[in-house]
């Protein structure tokens, strides 16, 4: 699997939110989104976006006061990953214009089906921004 | 989302159980209960308000509106992913949420299951049918809804029970339908590995298309696929090839380089047919991330072609003098691996990897490190080390012990293979100890011990460090060094002899500081200076020629040697005595003697009421012997004569005696000597202690480490543990006016939004982080310091021959635990692609399959843990029938076996159509057994390789 969890955590070190494509115990989520945002936010603008941790690869890239954080295999493309993070950035851009933290909050439920249509499986399946949120847009419409 | 604007607490007076008028119109919404968690300090008054809430939605799923219900479930899934909220008392509601025919509801209901649905949830049968009746529907959103929810939480029955209908998605009109069925399969197939046969065939069918959107997908699947088991998709081998060369998307290609780097590890001539348009499209490709990717697989599978690896090399470079530090870090990584192949290319680049040690990050100082130390042999340790002591001095605690760490283990490995002059180790180890953040104590200890035991010659210099730690008396005060302590304390006990000053060791093995000391350490104290004493008092006591006998002996002595204390030995070797110990005979005369008994008798004096047992035991005995001696000695005192027969003093026989066993040395000790000891007739082991497991469950055995002197491997500890934490508290104000806030977060935090026209492509772009301009003075100084010590040069003539090394023949310090391969779904996977691919060829799959298919079905079951011993029955029973039903077509395969030789891909093509002929030929192989995967695989893509 090559994208082992999602992870959005604003600078306080609160998750805004958490997709995970294995499963794990709310113990172990606690226990591992607590590792990783201790280290990741202790680091700063001038560290590298890449963080091992246990037997995961952390990328990560900051966006105003969030932190997007991807767990991934040790096999997998640090460079395409952060690049799969920007993508996410702009298609939530798109939806929300100019998005931040709150967006994120308060549409959490939105935030997720985008993620559905990127990935599935740890596998990126789309990356065309119109595709992402047709399915989303066609639900705006419908409510 | 549906949202009623109202935010009143609900009120209180309904009956429990189910939600009343009033509750259903003044329910919470998700932005009511978001809101209200924010107004919360984190904390006490959060979780209080959170379970309020909890409370209030446990009455408001029950509802049978389902709008009301929908907001419940919500709200949970909210609660459940952000706060780690457990909600598995919510999972039949989610299921019933998903059977609403109005979207929304549906959706709700999914997210809820997708997001919190663990494989022990039981609700998840109940899902089955819904999810068949969503994949068949008219409606494509309905139908991605159930395929997303089975690709999160598939278990084997979802699977078993839907793989048909995922299958016939496969061929759907519309993309995003099909797309989804595919990325699905993964999951389908790790759960129930029989749905290869079925689903096999169109997902490779996908591979020859050109739509990248379900290449994509597809391809993923096969990267996963293959990161497992890749031997099985050597025959895909073509269709991969083809999309390296005609596809143009980055992200199909970085997968497909990655199975290419899987399956040219398997097949050379395949390495040779790739190798090319791997490096074109590395030429080619402007996004950093592909040519990363080729850099990677060429670097990782393609070591041998030289002119690849230099085009490599050359972009590794070109990455390593980049401004962006995510690249640096990249090219380090991408070094690291060449550098197992291609020294020559760590060399080439390195100034760049020891600049990069002072650099502010600590991931690319780590890179660093571990590639400045596999640079490291024989030839330029010595060099190497000096550099990287220099840079732990200069280096956080943290580096400076990561630093440390790397050393000792590099140098260590292999029982200190690459060391030659151990004298330098031994001092290397004491200077270590000195370095104010080292946090390495307990393996210097180790190594300390491990050297003076199995190295004869190095033990005088031994000593000689383990005095200069010892009559430190700052060194006692730091904690962290007093494992050393202990291992410097026993050297210099147990190898006193070849000490220049005994007395000196006795003063500072009691020196006041050491009160500092942990009890378990300072019992190490006190019986290295109960060697001590003995020694001091056996060579002024004992007549020379018995004095030396027993150390001359000593030295000639093998270790595992059991000493013999028979008298003649001792006599043996009587006439071993060499200058140095006539030397120390002179060096004690009475008064020497008399004071140093004073000194251990007014030292120990005090301790011998110690609460510790271990202490006071061990001050009782020295304690004992010295007052024995003392008394004896000074009553000889008064007798002028110059001359004194010592031979009938009661010390004299004692001492004899205890030189005696102490003289009996340490070897290294194999950690299987254990195993190693015969078990006495008579003794039953591993017999009726089963029995045992069911009274002693509960009680945790602690783990002891004393039974052996080798102690279990070292493991580096994370030593970010120790890193601050940041706590800063929630400064987030309630968003009463959520759009000015929003206005308010754009304006502080400008500087992070993306620009609004942004026209990059984002496959082909990459943006780069921050640089940091920054190299120190002195980092130049040291690169210039390295840049002479880290030619490979041989010395031409090496001052003395490397000491003997006591190395076991097995069981040394790291046992190699025989790894036991446990079956797994991966491998039925393959097993069944296998089957598949090569359906006709019988010998490929007979060491794969063959396994009873039932014991499949079993094994995964068991995994997922949730097998009601009825639904077990039921399950055997099914296979049982299968396997009768397979066994009648036998005779059929026997004839499909004989008449089909497809050997190349046009061949493939057609066996996976006439799968179900494919599927007798195996059952057919399962009898005839034996053939070996190798010699078959490489029948397979002749065609294309040639």
Known sequence: MGIRFILMVNKQGQTRLAQYYEYLTLEERRALEGEIVRKCLARNEQQCSFVEHRNYKIVYRRYASLFFLVGVDNEENELAILEFIHLLVETMDRHFGNVCELDIMFHLEKAHFMLEEMVMNGCIVETSKTNILAPIQLMDKAS | ?946
């Open chain 2, 1 to 946: 989302m549906t949202s009623s604007s109202s935010s009143t607490t609900t009120s209180n007076n309904t009956t429990p159980g189910g939600p009343s008028l009033m509750e259903t119109l003044f329910q919470r919404t998700v932005d009511d209960l978001i809101k209200g968690i924010r107004l919360h300090n984190p904390g006490s008054a959060q979780s209080s308000f959170i379970s309020k809430s909890l409370d209030e939605i446990r009455r408001e799923i029950k509802s049978t509106d389902l709008a009301t219900k929908s907001i419940a479930v919500n709200k949970l899934t909210y609660l459940h992913s952000l706060h780690n909220i457990d909600i598995s008392f919510a999972a039949f509601h989610a299921v019933e949420l998903t059977s609403s025919p109005i979207f929304n509801f549906k959706k709700i209901g999914y997210l809820a299951a997708s997001l919190s649905f663990s494989p022990s949830t039981d609700v998840i049968l109940l899902l089955t049918n819904q999810l068949r009746k969503d994949l068949t529907s008219a409606n494509v959103h309905d139908v991605s809804l159930a395929l997303e929810c089975i690709s999160a939480i598939c278990t084997v029955d979802i699977a078993r029970d839907l793989t048909p209908d995922v299958f016939n998605l496969m061929t759907s009109s519309k993309n995003i339908v099909k797309k989804k069925a595919i990325a699905c399969l993964l999951k389908v197939f790790s759960q129930f590995p029989d749905a290869v046969r079925v689903c096999f065939k169109r997902l490779v069918e996908n591979l020859e298309k050109n739509d990248d959107q379900m290449l994509a997908a597809t391809v993923g699947v096969f990267c996963e696929l293959c990161s497992k088991e890749p031997r099985a998709y050597l025959p895909l081998a073509p269709e991969f090839y083809r999309i390296l060369v005609e596809c143009r998307n980055n992200w199909v290609l970085i997968k497909v380089l990655k199975i290419f780097e899987k399956l040219a590890k398997l097949e050379p001539r395949l390495a040779k047919k790739v190798v090319e348009p791997i490096c074109d499209v590395m030429k080619r490709s402007e996004a950093k991330s592909l040519v990363f990717e080729c850099v990677r697989t060429i670097v990782s599978s393609f070591y041998e072609y030289e002119f690849a690896v230099k085009l490599a090399v050359g972009k590794i470079r070109e990455f390593l003098l980049e401004s962006d530090l995510n690249l640096r870090y990249l090219g380090l990584q991408g070094l690291l691996i060449v550098g197992q192949h291609h020294l020559w290319a760590v060399l080439e680049n390195k100034e760049i990897v020891i600049k990069s040690l002072s650099d502010v990050d600590r991931n690319i100082k780590v890179e660093a490190l571990r590639l400045v130390m596999s640079m490291v042999s024989e030839d330029n340790v010595v060099e190497i080390c000096r550099v990287l002591i220099g840079y732990a001095l200069k280096s956080d605690p943290e580096f400076c012990n990561e630093i440390l760490r790397s050393m000792l283990l590099t140098c260590s490995r292999n029982v200190y293979e690459i060391v030659n002059d151990f004298d330098w180790y031994v001092s290397l180890l004491g200077e270590m100890a000195r370095i104010p953040h080292c946090q390495n104590g307990e393996e210097i200890e180790y190594q300390l011990i491990d050297i003076g035991m199995r190295v004869k010659d190095v033990r005088p210099e031994l000593v000689r460090v383990g005095r200069d730690l010892l009559i430190d008396p700052a060194l006692l005060g730091n904690p962290f060094i007093h494992r050393i302590l202990s291992a410097a304390a026993w050297v210099s006990g147990e190898y006193v002899r070849f000490s220049r000053n005994p007395s000196e060791i006795m003063e500072a093995l009691f020196q006041p500081r050491t009160n500092l000391l942990p009890p378990s350490i300072r019992v190490v104290y006190i019986h290295s200076a109960f060697k001590v004493l003995s020694f001091c008092l056996g060579t002024f006591l004992l007549p020379n020629k018995d004095a030396n006998s027993s150390f001359s002996n000593l030295v000639d002595m093998e270790p595992g040697f059991t000493y013999s204390e028979s008298e003649q030995e001792f006599t043996e070797t009587e006439h071993g005595a060499n200058s140095s110990s006539l030397h120390k005979k002179d060096m004690f005369t009475r008064e020497s003697i008399a004071n140093l008994l004073t000194l251990v008798i007014t030292s120990l004096t005090p301790l011998a009421d110690s609460h510790d047992v271990e202490i006071q035991e061990r001050v009782r005995n020295l304690l004992g012997l010295a007052l024995l001696a003392q008394q004896e000695i000074s009553s000889h005192h008064e007798q002028k004569e110059k001359r004194i027969d010592w031979v009938g003093l009661k010390t004299y026989i004692l001492i004899r005696l205890v030189n005696g066993a102490l003289s009996e040395e340490f070897g290294p000790i194999s950690s299987s000597a254990q195993e190693r000891v015969p078990v006495p007739d008579g003794l039953v082991l591993e017999e009726n202690l089963s029995k045992l497991d069911s009274i002693c469950a509960d009680v945790q055995l602690p783990i002891s480490e004393k039974f052996s002197l080798v102690r279990p491997t070292y493991l580096p500890t994370d030593g970010d543990s120790l890193s601050s934490r940041q706590n800063e508290d929630e400064s987030e104000t309630s968003p009463a006016e959520s759009t000015s806030l929003l206005a308010e977060h754009r304006k502080r935090h400008g500087l992070f939004y993306l620009p609004s026209d942004n026209n990059k492509n984002a496959s082909t772009s990459f943006l780069p982080a921050n640089d940091p301009d920054h190299i120190d003075k002195d980092v130049e100084d040291l690169v210039k310091l390295t840049e002479e010590s880290l030619v490979l040069k041989r010395k031409p003539n090496q001052a003395r021959p490397r000491p003997v090394v006591v190395k076991l023949d097995e069981g040394d310090r790291h046992p190699t635990i025989a790894v036991k391969k446990i079956e797994s779904n991966d491998d039925l996977i393959s097993g069944a692609v296998r089957d598949v691919l090569l359906g006709n060829e019988p010998l490929s799959q007979s060491n794969q399959l063959g396994k009873p298919s039932g014991r499949k079905k079993g094994k995964a079951h068991a995994k997922v843990d949730q097998g009601s011993e009825l639904k077990d029955n039921t399950e055997n029973s099914e296979t049982g029938n299968s396997g009768k039903r397979r066994s009648k077509h036998r005779s059929h395969g026997k004839e499909k076996k004989h008449s089909d030789s497809g050997n190349n891909v046009e061949g493939r093509e057609e066996n996976g159509k006439e799968k179900s002929g494919g599927r007798h030929g195996r059952h057919k192989a399962k009898q005839s057994g034996g053939g070996i995967d190798v010699v078959d695989q490489k029948q397979v893509i002749p065609d294309f390789l040639l």
